[in-house]
């Protein structure tokens, strides 16, 4: 992979066509992410291991990893996993969710161009498996001119089943990793996503969004507790890509 | 304020995925009623980039200066070679490594 040329990461261009299926694609999606598998299967391994010892089972582990299926809404919701549930303490987690998710919503936004010639009972479905990483990849795919959407449901899918098969273990081995900070496990995410802002580089001008998303998120977190300062980060961005003139 | 059975850990994880679906759904689901302008066209294209700025930058920041030099050096790999797993293996061995030299 990585043959790929220097195209956005970004952008759902004019050139991409209409949606359809291959095994092809499929195949290649799967590849495609297959890079952070180790980091992934650790990330996984993570949560399975402070889920045990929060005493959750192995069932309620893997409904979680299944349904709600997101490394750090699920780390972060552990953190503050109370004794005892009231409807108080069920509506903290559930705005906790929304809060760490909130970008989840803004890539939903950004299948709109690629998905939408789908019928419904496909595009939902496959929409289930938006996470950071097969997002991204899907977006670097889908400016790169690619339309086959085999190629999001094959990374969708093997990102989804690594997680659960690695949530898994962390739970029954749930003694085995007791500092994942020592090998680097907790910068995976930022990492990853860093780097793939170079793929995505397409001079200075188109950066400027960028620059001031990061910025606004800087502040935000400073001043607002929690996870909002990636949501007003993100929005702020766009709209100054909003405001700036084209060329 | 009303006890809900102890324990009842699938309830929550319930809760939780309805939360999550929405907003995996419900972006894709509005835009069926917005009109792609140019101008929301622009603001499409930058967003993932926003997305990715403002996810990394505080975190990078708070974490210096082993996420700093992480990112930073994970950034020159995958420029240098453009290859995820290069440059996600340079980052994140350059945290343990920094870590275990006790930075961090």
């Given at each position: 992979?990585?043959?790929?040329?220097q195209?956005?990461?970004?952008?759902?261009?004019?050139?991409?066509?209409a949606?359809?299926?291959?095994?092809r694609?499929?195949?290649?999606?799967?590849?495609?992410?297959?890079?952070?598998?180790?980091?992934?299967?650790?990330?996984?391994?993570?949560f399975?291991?402070?889920?045990?010892?929060?005493?959750?089972s192995?069932?309620?582990?893997?409904?979680?990893?299944?349904?709600?299926?997101?490394?750090?809404?699920?780390?972060?919701?552990?953190?503050?996993?109370?004794?005892?549930?009231?409807?108080?303490?069920?509506?903290?987690?559930?705005?906790v969710?929304?809060?760490?998710?909130?970008?989840?919503?803004?890539?939903?936004?950004?299948f709109r161009?690629?998905?939408g010639?789908?019928?419904?009972?496909?595009?939902?479905?496959?929409?289930f498996?938006?996470?950071?990483?097969?997002?991204?990849r899907?977006?670097?795919?889908?400016a790169?001119?690619?339309?086959?959407?085999?190629?999001?449901?094959?990374?969708?899918?093997?990102?989804?089943?690594?997680?659960?098969?690695?949530?898994?273990?962390?739970?029954?081995?749930?003694?085995?990793?007791?500092?994942?900070r020592?090998?680097?496990?907790?910068?995976?995410?930022?990492?990853?996503?860093?780097?793939?802002?170079?793929?995505a580089?397409h001079?200075?001008?188109?950066?400027?969004?960028?620059?001031?998303?990061?910025?606004?998120a800087?502040?935000?977190?400073?001043?607002?507790?929690?996870?909002?300062?990636?949501?007003?980060?993100?929005?702020?961005?766009?709209?100054?890509?909003?405001?700036?003139?084209?060329? | 304020?009303?006890?809900?059975?102890?324990?009842?850990?699938?309830?929550?994880?319930?809760?939780?995925?309805?939360?999550?679906?929405?907003?995996?759904?419900?972006?894709?689901?509005?835009?069926?009623y917005?009109?792609?302008?140019?101008?929301?066209?622009?603001?499409?294209?930058?967003?993932?980039?926003?997305?990715?700025?403002?996810?990394?930058?505080?975190?990078?920041?708070?974490?210096?200066?082993?996420a700093?030099a992480?990112?930073v050096?994970?950034?020159?790999?995958?420029?240098?070679?453009?290859?995820?797993?290069?440059?996600?293996?340079?980052?994140?061995?350059?945290?343990?490594l920094?870590?275990?030299?006790g930075?961090?």
């Amino acid at each position: 992979m990585n043959t790929a040329p220097q195209i956005a990461a970004a952008s759902p261009p004019a050139s991409g066509g209409a949606p359809y299926f291959s095994r092809r694609g499929f195949r290649e999606g799967v590849i495609a992410v297959s890079p952070v598998f180790v980091s992934l299967f650790a990330t996984g391994l993570v949560f399975g291991t402070l889920a045990a010892q929060k005493g959750f089972s192995l069932l309620d582990a893997l409904a979680m990893s299944g349904f709600v299926y997101g490394g750090l809404v699920q780390v972060v919701t552990l953190q503050t996993w109370p004794q005892e549930f009231t409807v108080a303490t069920l509506l903290t987690l559930m705005l906790v969710t929304l809060t760490v998710n909130l970008r989840l919503f803004l890539m939903s936004i950004t299948f709109r161009p690629w998905f939408g010639a789908l019928p419904p009972w496909q595009a939902y479905p496959i929409l289930f498996f938006i996470t950071d990483i097969g997002w991204l990849r899907a977006m670097r795919y889908r400016a790169e001119g690619g339309s086959d959407v085999g190629f999001f449901l094959g990374g969708g899918l093997i990102l989804h089943f690594v997680w659960l098969a690695s949530t898994a273990v962390g739970v029954l081995f749930s003694n085995w990793l007791t500092n994942p900070r020592a090998f680097g496990i907790d910068l995976l995410l930022p990492i990853f996503f860093a780097t793939l802002l170079i793929p995505a580089w397409h001079g200075l001008r188109r950066a400027v969004p960028w620059v001031i998303a990061g910025i606004v998120a800087v502040v935000v977190q400073w001043l607002v507790p929690g996870y909002w300062y990636i949501i007003a980060g993100a929005v702020s961005g766009a709209l100054a890509a909003g405001v700036i003139a084209d060329d | 304020m009303t006890d809900l059975v102890h324990g009842n850990v699938m309830l929550v994880i319930a809760a939780m995925t309805a939360v999550t679906v929405s907003l995996r759904l419900g972006g894709f689901f509005l835009m069926s009623y917005v009109t792609v302008t140019p101008r929301i066209r622009r603001m499409l294209d930058a967003l993932p980039g926003s997305v990715i700025a403002a996810a990394v930058l505080p975190v990078a920041l708070q974490g210096a200066p082993v996420a700093i030099a992480a990112v930073v050096l994970a950034m020159l790999a995958m420029y240098v070679s453009r290859s995820d797993i290069a440059a996600i293996v340079v980052g994140v061995g350059t945290a343990a490594l920094l870590r275990a030299a006790g930075l961090g």
